[in-house]
């Protein structure tokens, strides 16, 4: 491979990549879904927000936006985007360590944000590779919505990335995350946007359950500790600390 053509990581200089950061929002999640814009993240970049992109060839491929929250020493990691031509390169979870040293240079230990925990491929990053936790289900968190999640309650797990706890270490490390004895499972469809295509009833009927469950062990001090992408399903434990 040309060292040009090499893939590159780092934070988004200038209007004109902000612009394309907007533009990738879009081919991602459609039309409808209305992206961050250019001159709102270079404003919060400004201000100690983290906007950071992986860029092959001078082309965008990936991009990361996180702001600081209200309290010390943690960041809300609000978007996190890979063009569909770039998938299956890992670039989500590379952009995600990025963030992590990013962060921890600044003192940030911990980095939430939510997602929608129906989507195998997004639960498998977030809490089964980086190793980030969640004991927060947000229901219809953004009400509703258009793109691809026309149709359905936008509910939300809240994921709580603890930078420097036993389990993201490991990962960092290239080791193997800490073991989760007698785990709670509670299973989610392979590809909740297949199903969705073919019986919006059944995807709707199979968001509801999830929401009961997770909200019932939630209620019962459990938190989501692991999951399992070979057969995906959350892996719940009692919460610690």
């Not at 961050?36 to 082309?59: K, P, Y």
Request: proline share 6%.
């Amino acid at each position: 491979m040309n060292a040009a053509d090499a893939l590159v990581i780092r934070d988004l200089e200038g209007l004109s990549e902000l612009k394309q950061a907007e533009q990738l929002q879009t081919e991602v999640w459609g039309e409808g879904d209305k992206p961050d814009n250019s001159d709102i993240m270079l404003a919060i970049q400004h201000e100690g927000g983290l906007v950071a992109g992986a860029f092959r060839s001078g082309r965008l491929l990936a991009f990361l936006f996180g702001f600081p929250s209200a309290s010390a020493g943690v960041q809300h990691s609000h978007r996190l985007a890979v063009h569909p031509e770039a998938r299956g390169l890992g670039l989500g979870a590379r952009l995600k360590w990025y963030q992590r040293d990013w962060c921890l240079a600044r003192g940030i230990t911990l980095v939430r944000w939510t997602y929608d925990p129906m989507r195998a491929i997004n639960a498998g990053l977030n809490i089964g590779r980086l190793g980030a936790v969640a004991d927060t289900y947000l229901v219809d968190y953004y009400g509703q919505m258009e793109g691809i999640n026309a149709g359905l309650p936008s509910d939300r797990l809240l994921a709580e990335w603890h930078l420097q706890s036993p389990g993201v270490l490991a990962r960092a490390e290239g080791g193997a995350p800490p073991p989760i004895p007698d785990a709670q499972r509670i299973a989610i469809p392979r590809d909740y946007d297949g199903l969705i295509g073919a019986d919006p009833k059944a995807a709707l009927e199979a968001r509801l359950h999830l929401r009961d469950r997770m909200q019932a062990a939630f209620a019962g001090g459990l938190r989501v500790a692991g999951f399992d992408s070979a057969d995906p399903a959350y892996l719940l434990a009692p919460a610690q600390g």
